[in-house]
């Protein structure tokens, strides 16, 4: 609190932001043990295609595929019950994409350690994370997860999916000593169409496929990987290459190479054990620092294209002697009416947007002060150095709950908060959010709506 009134950035990210959001979760746990609960499918059988009964595949894996297949069918029916629900975004894939559950086949994964937790604090912002990796599958295994009902219908009921498939593939090919590029493409290519076959169906909001390329490794022998190496670097960025080459002009897939991350890690020749323990999946820094970012880069990317293809909303004129008679007598900063007249007019844009789309995120609402206007970055509407960096940090923290929407302006009492609260766009956009967080500051306001 470097003025001795307004939090930092660090201060609002560790001690504001971090017990509102355990508000908000303990209302969405309270609302989840009083819902009913959600009937999942029993295991689909025969119906798995040859691969599973003719490929190598590691024990119990039948039994975690049969189990994803359940949460995935589950987690489709969630969606489809509650249509402000985030939708899924589904990863798909092998051992790499399986450590996002913390697992290795189905089993506790020690070296997994800390990974679920930076999987869902990177994608949660973008809707509801679904981990559908399972340890050493090939393209053939994950095609035929894909002929299952549980995760057709899960992938409908979602916009984005994310594939990382093929290494398995690689290392067959390299035992077997007759690698190919172009026929390991071929093969994700054929993993990224049916996925395209199923997802986005529901009509949620515009397909995308994020297809992340083959990661930098060695033999996986439990050293970290010497990159480049003779063996598995030549196909890797042959393989990769011909993936970009291939959806270069399609909008709806995206191809996402780590390898130049991994290589600006790379330390005389070596990927440090601190990013990549085993030489083949990255840890927990690893996926924080090299590989998830490049993927939330990628979905950004496809949000600000989807949005600027959107038709606009018009936003209504600003209010007029409707403010009360506190604005005209009480103290304000210059530049209050026309700032709560623009914040006016977002609370409209924003609530037409989330009308028009049942299923976007519901608006959550921060109404208050300066200590709130600076989750915009702003001071009275003023560019406001000391709030550097809160903005950013206020959107990671409240997006896995909704729609941020920070409704607050420097210098407001109790009495400019409730004329604020009079106006058409404020009252629109609090009729849609299914939260509204206040602070001590601005409890009183509610307390005072609340009277006759």
């Known amino acids: 609190m470097p003025d001795g009134l307004h939090p930092s950035a ?14 908000m979760d303990k209302s969405l746990l309270a609302a989840a043990a009083a819902a009913p609960s959600v009937a999942a499918p029993d295991p689909p059988e025969g119906n798995w295609g040859p691969c599973v009964e003719q490929c190598d595949r590691p024990p119990g894996w039948f039994d975690l595929a049969a189990l994803l297949d359940r949460e995935a069918a589950a987690a489709a029916a969630a969606a489809e019950g509650d249509p402000a629900a985030p939708r899924p975004v589904v990863f798909l894939g092998d051992s790499i ?93 054929a993993v990224v169409s049916g996925v395209q076959a199923e997802l986005g169906k529901s009509g949620a909001a515009p397909p995308l496929v994020v297809v992340v390329g083959l990661l930098p490794r060695s033999s996986g022998n439990g050293s970290p990987a010497a990159w480049p190496n003779d063996a598995y670097t030549p196909p890797i960025l042959d393989t990769n290459a011909r993936l970009r080459e291939a959806y270069a002009a399609d909008p709806a897939v ?64 600003p209010p007029e002697g409707n403010w009360g008679p506190c604005v005209e007598q009480c103290d304000r900063p210059p530049g209050w009416f026309d700032l709560a007249a623009l914040l006016d007019r977002e609370a409209a844009a924003a609530a037409a947007a989330a009308e028009g789309d049942p299923a976007a995120p519901r608006p959550v609402v921060f109404l208050g002060d300066s200590i709130f206007e600076a989750f915009r970055g702003t001071h009275v509407g003023a560019a406001c150095g000391p709030c550097a960096g809160t903005p950013r940090v206020f959107r990671d923290a409240v997006a896995p709950y909704g729609a941020p929407a920070a409704q607050g302006i420097a210098g407001d009492q109790t009495g400019h908060l409730l004329h604020r609260l009079r106006q058409p766009g404020l009252r629109r956009l609090l009729a849609l959010g299914h939260r509204d967080l206040v602070l001590a500051q601005v409890r009183p306001v509610l307390e005072r709506r609340a009277k006759p």
């Open 10 to 23: 660090l201060g609002h990210r560790d001690l504001v932001l971090p017990q509102l959001r355990e508000a």
């Open 97 to 189: 994409f399986e450590a996002f559950r913390g697992t290795h086949v189905g089993a506790a994964c020690g070296p997994c350690a800390g990974t679920p937790r930076v999987f869902r604090d990177a994608v949660a912002p973008y809707g509801a994370p679904a981990a559908q990796g399972i340890a050493g599958d090939q393209t053939g295994h994950l095609l035929h997860r894909l002929r299952q009902p549980g995760l057709r219908r899960l992938l409908r009921a979602a916009a984005t999916a994310v594939v990382h498939i093929g290494t398995n593939d690689l290392t067959q090919m390299v035992r077997g000593g007759a690698v190919d590029g172009d026929a390991l493409a071929r093969r994700v290519a």
């Open 254 to 317: 995206t191809v996402v190479d780590c390898v130049p991350a991994f290589e600006a890690v790379a330390e005389r020749g070596v990927i440090p054990a601190r990013f990549m323990p085993d030489g083949l999946h990255p840890s927990a820094l690893g996926h924080r620092d090299l590989v998830l970012p490049q993927l939330r880069e990628a979905m950004d990317k496809s949000l600000l294209a989807a949005a600027a293809a959107a038709p606009s909303v018009a936003a209504p004129d």
